[in-house]
């Protein structure tokens, strides 16, 4: 089964702090995604990444940035978190060969910025 | 540009009955690929289903069909039968061929009371 795994299920920070959010797959997969999803808008990209060192914008790349330093290993960094970044951030990973199709999720962190 | 609109933001069925979730995509390309995702209480989204535009037949799993058409550009879900363990938001989304993400409708509240 491919396991994708988050560092904390529930964050809470406060406004201006440095906020770290990891993200690990244990299936070799080469694409991995971060998404955050609040209520009415579904889930919107943030940044993806089809390699090692390789990054994408996605749709809302504003105050965000990321870093794939390993393979298996996707990390999404809030440089100075606001009340607005307030939501669930949910992690995904894809083999490069299936269209970035068939994506599989961790179970998200909630992430509540005071 | 690529998109996915669920009209139905939310859906409260009675067990046993069966139900519909709705999904209208819009693409240029002529190859493209269709999702549907489910994400229950526990936040994970799960991978339901894909399909390729070039296959518009028909697919059933169990009380679960998915009903494909390219004319009207839709990929409608429905669940016979529905049970209180089929509760959860329901996603659809497309990925263009070449390489793009998934886009991501805004999800369906589906609500099944026993």
């Known amino acids: 089964d491919v396991k994708v795994t988050q560092s904390s299920r529930y964050l809470v920070k406060r406004t201006g702090e440095k906020v770290f959010l990891e993200c690990v797959q244990d299936?070799?997969?080469?694409?991995m995604f971060w998404y955050r999803q609040d209520p009415g808008l579904g889930l919107r990209l943030i940044y993806f990444?089809?390699?090692?060192?390789?990054?994408e914008k996605g749709d809302i790349p504003e105050g965000y940035s990321v870093s794939r330093e390993k393979k298996e290993r996707f990390s999404l960094i809030l440089e100075s978190a606001s009340t607005n970044q307030t939501s669930m951030y949910l992690c995904?990973?894809?083999?490069?060969?299936?269209?970035?199709?068939?994506?599989?999720f961790g179970p998200g962190t909630r992430l509540t910025v005071t | 540009a690529q998109k996915v609109t669920q009209a139905q933001t939310e859906i409260s069925v009675v067990e046993k009955e069966d139900v519909t979730l709705d999904c209208v995509y819009e693409?240029?390309?002529?190859?493209?690929?269709l999702f549907w995702y489910k994400q229950p209480p526990s936040g994970e989204l799960v991978f339901l289903i894909r399909?390729?535009?070039?296959?518009?037949q028909n697919e059933i799993s169990g009380r679960y069909s998915w009903n494909f058409q390219k004319s009207t550009s839709s990929f409608n879900f429905t669940i016979t039968a529905s049970q209180v363990v089929d509760s959860a938001v329901y996603f659809c989304?497309?990925?263009?061929?070449?390489?793009?993400?998934?886009?991501f409708g805004k999800g369906t509240r589906l609500s099944v009371i026993a």
């Open positions: 299936m070799d997969h080469e694409n």
């Open positions: 990444s089809y390699d090692v060192k390789m990054k």
């Open positions: 995904a990973s894809s083999l490069l060969g299936q269209q970035w199709g068939e994506q599989y």
């Open positions: 989304a497309l990925s263009e061929a070449g390489n793009t993400p998934l886009v």
């Open positions: 693409t240029r390309d002529t190859t493209y690929y």
């Open positions: 399909r390729n535009s070039f296959d518009e």
